[in-house]
């Protein structure tokens, strides 16, 4: 496509010069076609990766042909979810295409009030609540990676979503997005982060601020006087136990052999199935307080982050602006990867 | 030994010197075996048998020796942490949320709950099994219960003064404007008084000058108050916040007995019998150990 290297060539050269252009634009059609074909075909996970890792990657513009461009990347990357999802039967989130063929997921029990899509910036796509714009949690196909967003899950979920549904609808709604993170893990390989998700006892989650006035541990203290459940204090002087119903215990603690008194929630719970999101979700008494001192109770995201590859960055294909990810209107208050 | 009248001193000097000494020897004997074999109550008795008698054999009269008995004065404190071990076992099940710290050897602190904030409430009195309570703290306690009944909490009139302080504060943030639309008001009024008055001023005016003079300092004054009102009302919720404390650690305390006991009346009556309470739970000294493990299952 050299205008002054072809106007000096012969119409020989120029006409086979042209068919090779042709042919591989054709060439990159059929990879195209055939890339979609595997990913709506395929059963097994590593083909649907492999598939998706590509066709996000995938620019069809060109001077020759014209293709038009029926999908995004930030598609590909639901459909990659929904067929993962799909292999293993759980059918509660419902990708379907809308009329600006662009696909949309719903869950269930929440579908008929919100919908959610990815928003691609460069290798992380954020799945991301269409209402408020919060990115649940971020994929990340090329160094397999699927983390939570601490800050977004209290945001939709606790402060927005309890308002109009449930408590039991909201944990059934996460359900599916957890499944989809133990299927990277399992079948793919993926390091993921739950965040505040994680159910397993012993797991701590940091909060931002390095220090924490006591008196906010004063107020969880008096507001549990209107109910059944009591504060006690934790034998190092370390911190709080709240203990809630079934042996569930939340800690606001710190380590007491750690000079720097880092403090942070952990839940525990006979059966490791209660993560600090479900006693936010569950318990009002702590979710008032939670909320009412957010700025000195909010948990860290820790969101990995990889050093970008110098080598590959030329090829990044800037997404078309439809995809342009809207970061200013995810920070709301503060640093959107603190929650 | 004043009591006792011997007639022929000069043979009953060295007897009675004797019997003495026995009783002495036969009293530290039966004690470094009751202690050696962890015979609690039987050391409870040898260091109070007056009070052994009249409360767990119901004899009454039933003088100490105090001749035998102060030979182990001195060892007040060992003892006291010897016998603390079996009693603060036996208190850890029948007065779950007392809590105790070993300052010095043998003297204990008592703690109320191990929740976020509790109160030091007296001390633990081993050898004569009985709790020292701090009496300011008890008598909040007391109160709290009292005021329970009439579905009142200790701090509540408090609180809910400077809650109502607090709203007349914050009406005064709120009301800046009208304030200052007010005071500007007021000046432009004075000032057409002020030219109106002049060496023949007439009482009326003067009497509304003063008025509204007043009027203005009122309205200085409150606007003086508004100035430091934020903080003011920031204190005030820091007072809230330690009295609603208090409150909480007297209801925690109030369940805590309630949930033991039934009654803060049932409370005090266990307090009263808990030398007698614990010591029949000691089965004699032997089988002590079956009645706790009987206790826990």
């Known amino acids: 496509m050299n205008n002054s290297k072809t106007l000096s060539s012969s119409p020989r050269e120029r006409l086979t010069v042209l068919a090779d252009s042709f042919k591989d634009v054709l060439k990159m059609g059929q990879k195209y076609v055939d890339l979609v074909d595997q990913l709506a075909q395929t059963e097994d996970p590593q083909e649907m990766l492999s598939a998706t890792s590509q066709l996000v990657k995938l620019d069809l513009q060109n001077a020759f042909v014209d293709f038009p461009q029926h999908y995004?990347?930030?598609?590909?990357?639901?459909?990659?979810?929904?067929?993962?999802?799909?292999?293993?039967?759980?059918?509660?989130?419902?990708v379907s295409e809308n009329v600006r063929h662009e696909f949309i997921a719903r869950i269930e029990p929440i579908a008929d009030s919100d919908s959610f899509k990815f928003m691609v910036n460069g290798d992380e796509a954020a799945f991301t609540e269409q209402g408020e714009q919060e990115p649940l949690f971020y994929l990340d196909l090329k160094n397999r990676l699927m983390q939570f967003d601490n800050r977004a899950l209290v945001n939709y979920f606790i402060v927005r979503a309890l308002t109009s549904h449930s408590d039991l609808d909201l944990r059934n709604a996460v359900k599916p997005l957890i499944a989809f993170a133990n299927e990277l893990q399992t079948d793919l390989d993926f390091t993921i982060n739950l965040g505040i998700l994680n159910t397993e006892n012993g797991r701590s989650f940091n909060l931002v601020q390095p220090d924490l006035d006591l008196t906010v541990i004063d107020q969880l203290f008096v507001a549990t006087a209107e109910n059944d459940y009591m504060l006690m204090n934790l034998p190092k002087n370390n911190g709080a136990q709240l203990v809630l119903d079934q042996g569930i215990k939340l800690d606001i603690a710190f380590d007491p052999d750690d000079y720097s008194q880092q403090w942070f929630f952990a839940v525990n719970d006979p059966t490791a199935?209660?993560?600090?999101?479900?006693?936010?979700?569950?318990y009002h008494l702590i979710r008032k307080w939670y909320l009412d001192n957010r700025s000195a109770l909010a948990v860290r995201s820790d969101k990995m982050v990889l050093a970008p590859d110098e080598e590959e960055s030329d090829e990044y294909v800037e997404p078309t602006e439809v995809f342009t990810p809207q970061v200013g209107t995810l920070e709301e208050d503060g640093d959107q990867h603190d929650e | 030994m004043i009591d006792e009248k011997h007639e022929n001193k000069a043979v009953d000097i060295s007897s009675l010197i004797e019997r003495q000494i026995a009783a002495k020897i036969k009293y530290l004997q039966e004690l470094n075996e009751a202690v050696d074999a962890h015979h609690d109550r039987e050391v409870y008795q040898l260091l109070d048998n007056q009070r052994y008698a009249k409360e767990i054999e119901h004899r009454e009269q039933q003088p100490n020796n105090q001749g035998v008995m102060s030979l182990v004065n001195d060892l007040a404190d060992q003892l006291s942490n010897y016998l603390s071990v079996k009693l603060i076992k036996y208190l850890g099940k029948t007065y779950p949320f007392f809590y105790y710290e070993e300052y010095q050897t043998g003297h204990y602190r008592i703690y109320f709950g191990n929740w976020w904030d509790r109160r030091q409430f007296g001390e633990l009195d081993v050898l004569n099994v009985r709790f020292s309570f701090d009496q300011t703290e008890y008598a909040k306690l007391q109160k709290s219960f009292e005021l329970a009944?009439?579905?009142?909490?200790?701090?509540?009139?408090?609180i809910e003064k400077i809650s109502s302080e607090n709203d007349r504060l914050q009406g005064l943030i709120d009301h800046q404007r009208e304030r200052e639309e007010e005071r500007q008001s007021v000046e432009s009024q004075l000032e057409e008084i002020n030219a109106r008055s002049g060496l023949f001023e007439s009482n009326k005016n003067k009497e509304t000058r003063q008025e509204l003079v007043d009027q203005l300092q009122k309205l200085e004054d409150e606007e003086q108050e508004a100035r430091t009102a934020s903080k003011t009302i920031h204190e005030n919720e820091q007072v809230?916040?330690?009295?609603?404390?208090?409150?909480?650690?007297?209801?925690?305390?109030?369940?805590?007995?309630?949930?033991?006991?039934?009654?803060?009346?049932?409370?005090?009556?266990?307090?009263?019998n808990l030398y007698a309470d614990y010591l029949a739970s000691l089965e004699g000294g032997n089988s002590e150990e079956g009645k706790v493990s009987a206790d826990e299952q």
């Not at chain 1, 929904?82 to 419902?94: M, S």
């Not at chain 1, 199935?273 to 569950?282: E, K, R, Y």
């Not at chain 2, 009142?152 to 408090?158: A, E, I, V």
């Not at chain 2, 208090?246 to 307090?271: H, M, P, R, V, W």
């Open chain 1, 72 to 94: 995004q990347a930030a598609d590909y990357y639901l459909i990659f979810m929904g067929r993962l999802l799909e292999k293993h039967g759980i059918d509660a989130v419902q």
């Open chain 1, 273 to 282: 199935q209660v993560s600090f999101f479900d006693t936010l979700l569950h």
């Open chain 2, 149 to 158: 009944k009439d579905n009142k909490r200790y701090n509540s009139d408090r």
């Open chain 2, 240 to 272: 809230v916040l330690s009295l609603s404390k208090e409150n909480t650690i007297l209801s925690y305390e109030q369940k805590s007995i309630i949930d033991t006991f039934g009654s803060f009346e049932d409370f005090e009556l266990a307090n009263r």
